[in-house]
């Protein structure tokens, strides 16, 4: 079953990752978006939603394994269970029918997956580590610098050990620059650049690329996630590079100011871009294109995209992908669950006392009164267990007499005792609805928020039998006797 997972869960995956490529693709191409914005927020519904939509696809699939009963069978006929019982109808534990091959090749995949798993998160926290080193090791930046970007609200740092600005920290953002870039004369550059950062703050730039980054940990095998991130990252840029230029108008300035910054960066290139932070350069595949966009003749700063298309089309998006991943195959994960088998012998009694119990128990159950009070007077386990008929209390219970039920718990029954198919004396005073009963084991101190297993692994309460059953009469003197469940 695991391999069926295993193959079933690639798959989909796959699938829907082409899927979310194609239908961003064709939504840019068809609508003809410019905007880097919003081709930004197309790709990224696009990647989170083929991330997200194949844990739809997968589903626990329930296996009944046998396990020990609660209290241990008798093996005499009277106590087999009627054919109606849960366990006629309940099927074995299904044993896995698939090649040896394919299990294994199942197990090594995901031996691999869990090496590479923990390799990008690794370096995912290294990198992380390594920012935070640099954060902490920055300095204030002069004053005069702060006030060449207006209104701007960002923790400005310097540190000589870096190359490039960026901007870095989930919940608290802040830009680090090269300190040779302040003591330098070009304001311009100097601004441009953090424009450039601060967009990438106020977008939410840096949790989004946090998040992608901890996501491709988990999908590192899948080729199309790559491809969809490098899209994100190339319109993200953009974007901000759009920010940028709508302050300086000058979409030559800032590419020259770009231009500066990589050549610093070729010179001492000390800086690896990671998902915890984002700098004014970016990949170096980059730069070449989004320079040939700002000098090209058709760079427009504000493309027009209608308001409509740009918050439905990611809508659209992330809706088709989660219809696709609902009508996907499922992956079935093994889920067992443990039965109490109903024919399992019952081991010997442990004492001639327990024996003298299980002969009250049938007793009890059979009528036979007279043979019961005997065997009470010749110290019988109260409290010994015969599958499906109970303890001696729940057997008294069952065939209604008070005169039985007042006798043990006189002789000193324990109330509380469980068995299974019966739960509890209390449990089944209810569920025969006796109220008389009820309220002899509730002033004999029974607990009305007792909850005991049942066969099949659930917990049952007096209340919840009463409700279940309809009869309000004993649910409202189970709630004055103090029962919240």
Not at 215 to 240: D, G, K, T, V
Not at 341 to 370: C, M, T, Y
Not at 405 to 426: K, N
Request: charged residues 20%.
């Amino acid at each position: 079953m695991v391999e069926h997972a295993v193959y079933i869960f690639a798959l989909n995956t796959l699938a829907l990752s082409i899927a979310a490529a194609g239908f961003a693709s064709l939504s840019i191409f068809v609508f003809r978006i410019e905007r880097a914005d919003t081709r930004c927020s197309i790709w990224t519904t696009a990647f989170f939603a083929a991330a997200m939509a194949p844990l739809l696809t997968v589903r626990p699939e329930v296996n009944l394994v046998k396990g020990k009963p609660l209290m241990a069978p008798v093996t005499s006929a009277l106590t087999q269970p009627p054919a109606s019982s849960y366990y006629a109808e309940a099927p074995l534990t299904q044993t896995s029918t698939g090649s040896p091959i394919a299990e294994t090749l199942a197990i090594a995949l995901l031996l691999l997956w869990a090496l590479g798993f923990a390799w990008h998160l690794f370096t995912l926290c290294r990198d992380t580590g390594r920012i935070s080193h640099l954060r902490n090791e920055s300095e204030p930046v002069p004053a005069k610098l702060c006030n060449d970007v207006e209104n701007s609200k960002t923790g400005l740092r310097i540190h000589s050990d870096v190359s490039v600005p960026f901007a870095t920290g989930l919940f608290n953002p802040i830009i680090i620059m090269p300190k040779s870039m302040v003591i330098a004369p070009d304001r311009k550059l100097v601004a441009n650049a953090l424009r450039h950062e601060i967009a990438h703050i106020q977008r939410g730039d840096l949790v989004s690329a946090f998040l992608e980054s901890l996501m491709l940990s988990f999908y590192w095998w899948n080729p199309l996630l790559w491809r969809m991130r490098a899209r994100i990252c190339e319109h993200r840029e953009m974007a901000c590079d759009d920010t940028a230029i709508a302050h300086s108008k000058s979409p030559t300035d800032y590419a020259e100011s770009l231009l500066t910054i990589v050549e610093a960066r070729l010179r001492t290139d000390n800086f690896r871009k990671n998902g915890a932070a984002l700098s004014a350069v970016g990949e170096s595949s980059l730069i070449h294109k989004r320079i040939t966009r700002l000098l090209s003749d058709g760079y427009h700063i504000n493309q027009h995209t209608p308001w409509a298309l740009r918050r439905l089309a990611p809508g659209a998006l992330a809706f088709f992908l989660i219809g696709g991943a609902l009508a996907a195959p499922s992956a079935p994960i093994p889920v067992n669950v443990s039965y109490y088998g109903a024919n399992d012998p019952q081991p010997e009694p442990q004492s001639a006392s327990e024996a003298l119990g299980r002969e009250l128990v049938r007793a009890i159950a059979d009528e036979d009164f007279a043979a019961a009070y005997e065997l009470i007077n010749r110290g019988a386990d109260l409290n010994a267990v015969v599958y499906h008929d109970g303890t001696p209390l729940i057997a008294a219970v069952n065939i209604g007499s008070q005169d039985i039920v007042e006798r043990l718990i006189a002789a000193g029954a324990d109330i509380e005792a469980e068995a299974l198919y019966d739960e509890t004396a209390l449990i089944s005073a209810v569920r025969r609805n006796d109220e008389q009963i009820v309220r002899m084991l509730l002033a004999a101190g029974a607990d009305p928020n007792h909850a005991a297993q049942t066969n099949t692994g659930e917990r049952r309460s007096p209340l919840g039998e009463a409700l279940k059953n309809e009869n309000g009469a004993i649910a409202d003197i189970l709630r004055d006797a103090g029962a919240r469940r």
